[in-house]
């Protein structure tokens, strides 16, 4: 039998959200895994506070739990069993003890929990056309991004001599108590801003524009997302870059359509390139090829161009492109062709006539597929 999340952090069902936040922060405090280094007991009580304050704290979670109990989390994403680890619940505690800053915060305690700060991440997309997803690319795109401003200076932070944190001793009746909290003046990340030149902003950075090169891989599909790590917005201090987010666009192609990694082509041909055959160029990603068709060909034929489709992004094979024969039939005739159609109607020889082994548009479907 689970505890009742009420229970767990000590409040009444009818709790404020203040209440609430206070409350947890109250049991976060005192069981916090570096005031009760090895007790296990101190930790499961610390990662019971916050699966609690985790559900409570978010009203429709909240409603669910109120309506359900923990049946409402059961079987599906939180509380079936293993709840909340230690990442998730030092990350809840930017909203808790505050933060901000330049928005590197790790949590309170010391215990190696302090992480570098990390500028924020830019999104950009890029569109490509077929051929370019067939063959690879590199393009180079201008992107504006922070970086840190020529000049900017930063030191270790006074306040908390660059740890990012601060440690308050208090005495209460249980004895002295230690408590560790993300220092105010630099946010957590240990350093302040030492020099700003006139062009930096409040965390001494400024906005450039870049060329950046990324190396696209053949095999892209729309609305894939590449990273670019480090071509992201620059971070104060000693702090780390963030990320190119790179979004793929597809272009459509005028003769080709893609299904997965195979392509689609269109063949149209006449009355009469049908029964004489013919010889046609057509568009693949990778240049015109000439195709032959036989005489006597059906309309709804398939042909196939093996490898002629995109290659598999993990670089195993490629797909096919496959050319669909329709044969134009003309809308209108003079008089000689409406004559002459005329006379071949009659003819034995212009008769379906589907051979037994030829395929179905249906067969042809299913093994298209298989
Ligand atoms: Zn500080």
């Known amino acids: ?28 405090i005192e069981y916090h895994p570096d005031k009760n280094p090895g007790d296990a007991t101190a930790e499961e009580k610390f990662k019971k506070a916050a699966e609690a304050y985790e559900i409570l704290s978010d009203p429709d979670k909240k409603a669910r739990y109120d309506q359900y109990g923990h049946q409402a989390f059961e ?47 830019l999104r950009i997309r890029v569109k490509l056309t077929l051929e370019e997803i067939a063959n690879g690319v590199d393009k180079k795109i201008k992107v504006k991004r922070k970086i840190q ?16 944190q601060v440690t308050r001793v208090t005495n209460t009746i249980l004895g002295r108590m230690q408590t560790s909290s993300a220092c105010s003046t630099c946010g957590g990340a240990g350093q302040v801003m030492d020099y700003r030149p ?47 987010l790179v979004a793929i666009e597809e272009q459509e192609h ?46 709804g034929k398939i042909l196939r161009l093996r490898g002629k489709g995109i290659p598999s992004l993990n670089g195993y094979g490629k797909g096919d492109l496959l050319v669909h024969v329709n ?33 179905s548009f249906f067969e042809k479907v299913k093994d298209m597929f298989s």
């Open 75 to 121: 079987g599906g994403g939180f509380g079936g069993g293993g709840g909340m680890n230690m990442d998730d619940i030092f990350s809840q505690f930017g909203d808790i003890f505050g933060g901000g800053g330049f928005g590197g915060f790790g949590g309170f305690g010391g215990g190696g929990r302090q992480r570098r700060v990390k500028g924020s991440n």
């Open 198 to 244: 006139s062009d930096a902003d409040g965390q001494g950075l400024k906005v450039t524009e870049e060329t950046v090169s990324i190396s696209i891989p053949a095999g892209v599909e729309d609305g894939m997302q590449l990273k670019v790590s480090g071509k992201g917005n620059e971070a104060p201090g000693d702090g780390i870059a963030g990320d190119l």
């Open 1 to 28: 039998m689970k505890e009742d999340f009420y229970e767990i952090l000590g409040i009444s069902k009818n709790a404020t959200d203040a209440e609430i936040k206070k409350a947890y922060r109250k049991k976060a």
């Open 327 to 359: 044969v134009w039939t003309p809308k209108t005739l003079n008089k000689e062709q409406r004559e002459f159609f005329e006379k071949m109607s009659k003819d034995d020889h212009f008769r379906p006539n589907p051979e037994s082994g030829e395929k």
């Open 254 to 299: 005028p003769e080709l359509q893609r299904e997965g990694n195979n392509l689609h082509y269109d063949l149209y041909i006449s009355f009469s390139e049908a029964a004489l055959g013919a010889s046609r160029e057509i568009d693949t990603v990778s240049g015109k090829v000439r195709i032959k068709i036989e005489e006597g060909v059906q309309s």
């Open 149 to 164: 401003a020529p000049g900017t200076t930063y030191k270790t932070c006074g306040t908390c001599n660059g740890t990012g």
